[in-house]
């Protein structure tokens, strides 16, 4: 172990003396209270270290102890419904070892070494294995099995393999004979520098959206399974509520939540809160099939820029795996400002706002991680990351650093609207400046999942609300009235998208979710009310008339409609037919009446 002593402290960065040997990113122990923090400058023989930890009371002169070691998480088994902060210490065991709140230089493993796990091995020995081979299996929980896997850096012929049976991490359950290493011993788990990102075979470009059951999101703006998201807004617009939904609706398999509260309650209601959720497919916890990576605004800032790489890592692994991950993070504006932070003490030349010159590098290394990909290890296993981030920006404000820099490597941008949280229209997502880049590689998917009419549908929908909104800056001129009855029937069309449609309720048990089936539905009774309007105009019916049909009501209702009842939302479109039938006859009736 490396010794250097203390020279300075500034908040939560340690500079040391006599670390000549140390490396960057090396994790050193401060002071015989073995704070743990990370070095994150080296110059000659001193070491800047942002601990993870309450500095107070350390003095110049305590010593410092490199490891030698980067900042590494455990990876394997008791991953799934753990609740650890920035640094992979897991909450209930902090708090079960020390009471409520972590104490300075307490160091417990991110996984329990002392549970037993059934692992059934699926090599043989004899069999030559390389990295990401999958080694044996283990029920983490009812809902997932974890794949025990080869490390990535190990390979060469397995010379011995443990039978089924009970285990705990720490017991070696097969060996490998390598070329360069000799005979290395496999555990259930292995330990990764967080930021490294996890080898891969190969990276696709995602071709499946990610499907989260928010209308505005999987009909308008999806996203790729494998692609990258971010969702800024200013406060109070609804950028939690939608990771929210995200982490309970997406089809992903596993779920990766990273917290990094704004406000100070914020992440104890995500502690209490999510260990509750039922996960929708299984009516089982959700928790089973998550990992929570929290940092409440009381825990030191240098630990919030160490959770996102931490929840990245975690995501990966579980993608090596073949699963379809979804990691959540918010808001990466914590992390930023960590960042920030950390570069002014060790007085870097600043950027933008004060921002390190950097950032924009930081940010598009943790999105480049996303991605639908071939796994290493047995051949063709697909899997995916995928990368939802929250930003806030001061005053909503996206001219901000780090909306910038995420915009510029996201492939879709959810624009949360002051202006629509303020009407209570949620989700607060604005469908003229919001955008998906993967429209086009889905294309496929959809035409034959749905048909080629979504695409069609989709398209004219948008075509509608962006023509009202030109129609309405010119109705504020001369007047709605003024509008042709075509205008009028545009404007009646695209508020009937935006509050019977795009508008969502997530605490609406029924509105919660919709199923692409059930969007394909409801969007097509609302286009092809329009169609019929537009038809019944042509015969001179006045729009008046139209624009209070009875079924209206039930049009408005639809989204209530739960998901087993998708057909009687398929039968307004009748209703609306025959209702309008009824309008023009009428209409045609009252002229031959005038006429005669
Ligand atoms: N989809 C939604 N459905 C219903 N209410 C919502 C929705 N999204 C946001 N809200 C409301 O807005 C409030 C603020 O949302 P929140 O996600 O906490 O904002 P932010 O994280 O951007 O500060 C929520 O407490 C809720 O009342
Ligand atoms: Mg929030």
Known sequence: MIEGKIEKIAGPLVVAAGMSKARMYDVAFVSDDRLIGEIIELKEDRASIQVYEETGGLKP??????????????????????????????LDRVRDQVGDWITRGINIPGLDHEKRWEFTPSLAEGTEVGGGEILG?????????????????VSGEVTWVVEKGSYTIDETVARVRT????????????????????????????????????????TFFPVGKGGTACVPGPFGSG???????????????IVVYVGCGERGNEMTDVLQEFPELEDPKSGKPLILRTVLVANTSNMPVAAREASVYTGITIGEYFRDMGYSVALMADSTSRWAEAMREMSGRLEEMPGEEGYPAYLGTRIAEFY????????????????????????????????????????????????????????RHFPAIGWLG????????LE???????GREWIDMRDRAMALLQEESNLQEIARLVGAESLSPED????????????????????????????????????????????????????????????????????????????????????????????????IEKAEAQRKGVAG
């Not at 919001?434 to 590689?441: M, P, T």
């Not at 309007?533 to 408005?556: Q, W, Y």
């Open 61 to 90: 002169g305590d010593p410092v102890y490199g490891t030698g070691e980067p900042l590494s998480v455990e990876l394997g088994p008791g991953l799934l419904k753990a609740i650890y902060d920035g640094i992979q210490r897991p």
């Open 137 to 153: 299996t283990v029920p983490e929980t009812e809902l997932i099995e974890h794949k025990v896997m080869v490390p990535p850096d």
């Open 179 to 218: 070329e360069d290493r000799g005979e290395v011993e496999l555990q259930m788990y292995h330990r990764w520098p967080v930021r490294k990102s996890r080898p891969i075979r190969e990276k696709q470009a995602p071709d499946q959206p990610l499907s989260t059951g928010q209308r505005v999101i999987d």
């Open 239 to 253: 950028k939690t509520v939608i990771q929210h939904q995200l982490a309970k609706w997406a089809d992903a398999e």
């Open 368 to 423: 480049e991680r996303a991605g639908k990909v071939l796994c290493v290890g047995e051949e063709n296993r697909p899997g995916a990351l995928s990368v939802v981030g929250a930003v806030s920006p001061p005053g909503g404000d996206l001219s901000d650093p780090v909306v910038q820099a995420t915009l510029r490597v996201v492939k879709v941008f959810w624009s949360l609207q002051a202006e629509l949280a303020y009407q």
């Open 434 to 441: 919001s955008y998906s880049l993967y429209l086009d590689n």
């Open 444 to 450: 496929d998917y959809y035409r034959e999942e749905m």
């Open 488 to 583: 009028q029937l545009i404007l009646y069309t695209a508020r009937s998208i935006r509050e019977d449609y795009l508008h969502q309720n997530a605490f609406h048990e029924v509105d919660t979710y919709t199923s692409m089936e059930k969007q394909q539905a409801m969007l097509s009774v609302i286009m092809s009310t329009h169609e019929k309007m537009s038809e019944a105009l042509k015969r001179e019916v006045l729009p008046g008339t139209l624009f209070e049909l009875p079924v209206r009501e039930e049009i408005s209702r639809m989204k209530y409609t739960s998901e087993e009842e998708v057909e009687k939302v398929e039968n307004l479109k009748d209703k609306v037919s025959e209702q309008i039938r009824n309008v």
